[in-house]
């Protein structure tokens, strides 16, 4: 597939999003993980809760490939959630610690040959579509806005999971609330996808169109991180 990100600090002090994108060929297997991880605003320490969040699923996806055993993706979305409640506690107890708080969302995709699953937490997005991008993760914030589930916030962790297949013509993005939620009528029109199906679509336009994006964006007034990585699979 074709990939490009965009990693804006925008009219923040410092970015606290995160982002790890993974693309493996394994004994004639394709495997992929996108994670996007945005630090709770207002809160300490945002851009390390994201970046240890992403970084250990980065770490987690190339452990199970070294694995002998055989690749399962049910197996892999379970080593995974494993993994994420395991880095929720260990963001508790550093919290508990250092007697601060601090957390961060996450939104993230892992797929074998074109099949995988979502596995989400918070308010960051996963958009997925061929005709029109369609958001398929819900929004987990408060009717006044405020984040209701995050890693490192709170004892009850609820980790929302999609499994999901890939078909050649879709298109992935995933994205920090920063660069979506201002626009994400205009994303998900239908004529926004035809501008990076193109069959001549490379890295470097699919770059430009995401920093398009983000400009919109910061005209609309946008001062959060803007952050997002898009594929498209030709």
């Known amino acids: 597939c074709i990939c490009n990100f965009i990693w804006e600090k925008n009219g923040r002090a410092q970015n606290e999003d995160a982002l790890v994108f993974k693309q493996v060929t394994k004994e004639g297997q394709e495997y992929l993980l996108a994670v996007m991880c945005d630090g709770i605003g207002g809160l300490p320490e945002g851009e390390n809760a994201s970046s240890f969040v992403a970084d250990s699923m980065g770490t987690e996806m190339l452990r199970l490939l070294e694995t002998k055993r055989t690749i399962n993706i049910k197996r892999w979305r379970n080593t995974f959630l494993r993994k994420i409640y395991q880095c929720h506690k260990q963001l508790l107890a550093y919290g508990k610690e250092k007697e601060i708080r601090l957390g961060t969302t996450l939104s993230m995709l892992f797929l ?72 994400e009528e205009k994303l998900t029109d239908k004529d926004v996808i035809k501008e990076v199906r193109k069959k001549s679509m490379s890295e470097t336009e699919l770059g430009n169109w995401l920093r398009s994006k983000v400009n919109i964006v910061k005209q609309m007034g946008e001062r959060d991180n803007a952050s997002a990585v898009c594929m498209v699979f030709q």
């Open 112 to 183: 074998c040959d074109g099949k995988g699953y979502i596995l989400h937490v918070g308010d960051s997005a996963v958009f997925i579509g061929k005709n029109r991008l369609k958001r398929r993760t819900s929004v987990h914030r408060t009717k006044k806005g405020a984040l209701k589930q995050a890693l490192g916030a709170g004892q009850n962790l609820m980790v929302e999971w999609k499994r999901i297949a890939i078909r050649k013509g879709t298109v992935i993005l995933v994205g920090s609330d920063g660069f979506y939620q201002r626009i």
